[in-house]
């Protein structure tokens, strides 16, 4: 196969992948976005409140990229914001439990789509599709390197 057909198959794969539906999307469910930056919210404060400048440290972007995220996930009912009596110049913000309780459903859902695909590949094939994926993203991971610098 030629390095152009490489080209197009993966650039179509890509694509696919990109548009998998997911059963849980929709009006009612959480975005896979939403659900990334809670279970981040949640790893950051251990189950607690959070300082939103701890959030934009661990994600990495800016504050008022954070606050935007907070009001919008506020807004769903998926965090609370808390102030603190001893320290009322920070906004803290804490997962909610109608969010807990949406993660949950929606892991449990994501464990059994990804068991059966298991089954589906068979221990090998996942193996080596695990080797290709981390293979993959550790040289994204090099290229956005480079292109910082």
Do not use: W
């Not at 950051?44 to 504050?63: C, H, P, R």
């Amino acid at each position: 196969m030629s390095d152009g057909n490489r080209v197009h198959k993966l650039r179509r794969l890509m694509y696919r992948f990109k548009n998998v539906r997911r059963p849980e999307k929709g009006k009612d469910h959480m975005r896979m976005h939403d659900m990334m930056m809670l279970v981040g919210i949640q790893k950051v404060g251990n189950g607690e409140a959070v300082k939103m400048s701890q959030l934009s440290s661990y994600f990495k972007i800016t504050a008022p990229a954070v606050s935007q995220i907070m009001r919008k996930l506020e807004n769903q009912g998926y965090i609370e914001r808390i102030i603190r009596d001893e320290d009322r110049r920070s906004v803290y913000v804490k997962v909610s439990d109608k969010a807990i309780k949406e993660i949950k459903m929606i892991q449990a859902h994501m464990d059994k789509t990804l068991i059966d695909m298991i089954d589906y590949l068979g221990e090998e094939d996942t193996d080596e599709l695990i080797r290709l994926l981390d293979k993959v993203l550790d040289y994204m991971d090099k290229q956005e390197g480079v292109r910082k610098c």
